[in-house]
């Protein structure tokens, strides 16, 4: 019975910290809550090519869905950022730092040799991320 007090206590708190992160990690400059991804995707993208505005993340937003591999993965904004990969499982692959092109900062990935993935995008900006897209063909 005291180990199922600590584990339901442990939980709660677990559940809080992830509430609280949602919200904070995702307000945008005007303090209006945005939703985001803030853990791992559970199913599949709807339709390929795939695009997603991540505009307004202030840290960090998982990608809303895992992607099927074989193609290419490209993040843009107007910020610094980084794109972690990751294997559908978890199991991380490897980090992308956006480099700074004609104006926009760009991460470009093939995705060849991946079976299914998802990404983490990490904002690096002093601010909340601006004109962030990624798009996955």
């Known amino acids: 019975m005291k180990n199922s007090k600590k584990l339901v206590s442990m939980l709660l708190v677990v559940v809080m910290m992830m509430s609280?992160?949602?919200i904070v990690l995702a307000k945008s400059q005007t303090e209006n809550p945005i939703t985001r991804a803030v853990g791992a995707p559970t199913s599949e993208?709807?339709?390929y090519p795939f695009t997603h505005n991540w505009s307004g993340t202030e840290n960090y937003t998982y990608?809303?869905?895992y992607f099927k591999g074989g193609g290419e993965f490209n993040a843009y904004a107007d910020g610094p950022f980084e794109v972690d990969f990751y294997y559908k499982d978890g199991t991380y692959v490897d980090t992308i730092v956006a480099r700074y092109e004609?104006?926009?900062y760009e991460a470009l990935a093939y995705t060849y040799g991946f079976n299914y993935?998802?990404?983490v995008l990490d904002n690096k900006s002093s601010s909340d991320a601006k004109n962030a897209t990624y798009e996955v063909k």
């Open 20 to 22: 609280m992160s949602a």
């Open 45 to 47: 993208a709807p339709y």
């Open 102 to 104: 004609n104006g926009v």
């Open 63 to 65: 990608s809303d869905y």
């Open 117 to 119: 993935y998802y990404v």
